[in-house]
């Protein structure tokens, strides 16, 4: 249930709240704060709270610098963890310009923006449980990360191969203190890889806990002496990390509108609309759900990261899979974002994407049994499968074409985004890289 800004003034007051974070989160994924004392919080709760947003990558002109913070009630949240004598809470907030309208670069206004396109189709909740991977690197002496990886275990292995079991366990631990219900935590399948998937939730709240997550799997990493990173492809050869987007629609009264009793595998028209609308977006939208050069590293074949543009109900490696369960958990699950991704920009570009298909009453191709990454190229030609882009430079000429990705991240974003990837990728071409050390100094 939502707190009341009363209630809020109340608790803070009464369990001796000293800080107050407001949270959010700039283009590129990173979360910012602004960190007020208690005496501003009645202030902050009334919307009245101001920021010079002209020092935020992405955000604004130095003319119109001046934004509002307006918390998200629903976010409050007290720290369980004390640094020093401090007790710090905080609050996610929406950003919002002098004039009272949501800032167009703000990523979470953007997606409520998407969300209400959804309603305006008669949809109610638009969900997310999303698996992020990680991996966990030692700490040199100096509290640096270094290369090496803190164990070699592998997919579900237990001790004393998997060391960072009890790290694990205590971030765990520390998510359940905010409120997470985690559904389960494993050694991936890479040395050093973790995985820790919490319950579904709508959208929006669960791209706010992917924010927190990364935030805690970090700062617990740290005490056992570690570094987390969410890196998509820190090591070449193994895999990289992914986060794939497990998504559905639910229907005012709590029902799954991807479920259907008597569809062809159980699946309602609007699931297949939304899938297939998601096949006809995603090679467009992977600059957003994919947007670092590194991205690109993980998108190969042969480490278990989709490459190929095809769906499947059962198969693994395609990049949208119809996990097996059915009822409220009958989903789609996007298996190509990985967890640079900003989950705000990512998501909206998937929901948009989706809408599309169920607007347009798109149909998908067949599915693909077979093993992809077996076939050759005619065999792809003949089930019309294509690939996704295999940089963030090819990627970015996708996204400005794309009239649907475009709107759903609208103007100012797109322009801010796709100005700001053009230099990342240009700084990454100007570079020279070790791989060309080693191929060309000797023999050229
Ligand atoms: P995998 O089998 O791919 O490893 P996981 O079990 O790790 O999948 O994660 C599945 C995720 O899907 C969880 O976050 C779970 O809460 C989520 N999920 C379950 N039902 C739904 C639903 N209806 N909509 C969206 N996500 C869902
Ligand atoms: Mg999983
Ligand atoms: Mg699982
Ligand atoms: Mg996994
Ligand atoms: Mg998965």
Not at 139 to 148: A, K, Q, S, V, Y
């Amino acid at each position: 249930a939502t707190l009341t800004k009363e209630e809020i003034l109340r608790i803070a007051t009464e369990e001796g709240v000293n800080f107050i974070r407001l949270m959010f989160t700039d283009l590129f994924g990173t979360v910012k704060n602004v960190e007020i004392p208690l005496s501003q919080l009645g202030k902050a709760l009334n919307n009245q709270m101001m920021f010079d947003g002209s020092s935020i990558e992405g955000f604004a002109r130095i003319q119109e610098s001046d934004m509002y913070l307006h918390p998200d009630l629903n976010t409050w949240l007290i720290f369980p963890w004390t640094p020093g004598e401090a007790k710090i809470a905080r609050l996610i907030c929406d950003v919002y310009n002098v004039d009272g309208t949501p800032f167009a670069g703000d990523p979470r206004s953007n997606l409520r923006r998407v969300l209400d396109e959804m309603k305006a189709l008669g949809f109610a909740q638009f969900n997310l449980g999303p698996e992020a991977e990680f991996f966990l690197f030692k700490l040199d002496e100096n509290g640096l990360p270094t290369r090496e990886l803190n164990d070699n275990g592998g997919y579900f292995d237990f001790a004393p191969l998997d060391l960072a079991e009890n790290c694990r366990r205590d971030i765990v631990i520390e998510l359940e203190k905010l409120g997470f219900e985690i559904e389960a935590s494993h050694h991936e399948v890479a040395p050093g890889q973790h995985e820790i998937d919490f319950k579904y939730d709508d959208v929006l709240s669960a791209c706010d806990k992917i924010q927190t997550f990364k935030l805690v799997v970090k700062s617990i990493a740290r005490k056992h002496g570690l570094y987390a990173t969410f890196m998509p492809k820190p090591i070449a050869g193994i895999n990289g990390s992914g986060m794939h987007c497990n998504v559905s629609l639910f229907h005012e009264d709590g029902t799954n509108a991807f479920y259907n009793p008597e569809g062809e595998l159980q699946l309602s028209e609007t699931a297949y609309h939304f899938l297939a609308g998601i096949l006809t977006h995603v090679r467009n939208f992977t600059a957003v759900s994919n947007p670092t050069v590194n991205s690109y590293k993980r998108l190969v074949p042969g480490y278990e990261a989709p490459v190929y543009v095809a769906w499947s109900p059962s198969n693994r490696s395609p990049l949208v899979r119809v996990p097996a369960s059915r009822g409220l958990g009958t989903r789609l699950e996007v298996r190509s974002v990985d967890p640079s991704a900003n989950p705000y920009l990512a998501l909206a570009a998937i929901l948009a994407s989706g809408l599309d298909g169920v607007k347009n009453k798109l149909t998908p191709p067949a599915s693909v049994e077979e093993n992809i990454f077996e076939m050759n190229q005619e065999e792809l030609d003949a089930h019309h499968i294509t690939s996704l882009p295999g940089s963030l430079s090819e990627a970015l000429q996708l996204l400005e074409d794309d009239e649907v990705v475009k709107a759903a991240l609208g103007h100012h974003i797109f322009e801010k985004f796709v100005a700001a990837k053009h230099a990342e990728y240009d700084e990454y071409r100007l570079s020279v890289h070790e791989w060309e050390l080693r191929r060309y100094m000797s023999l050229l």
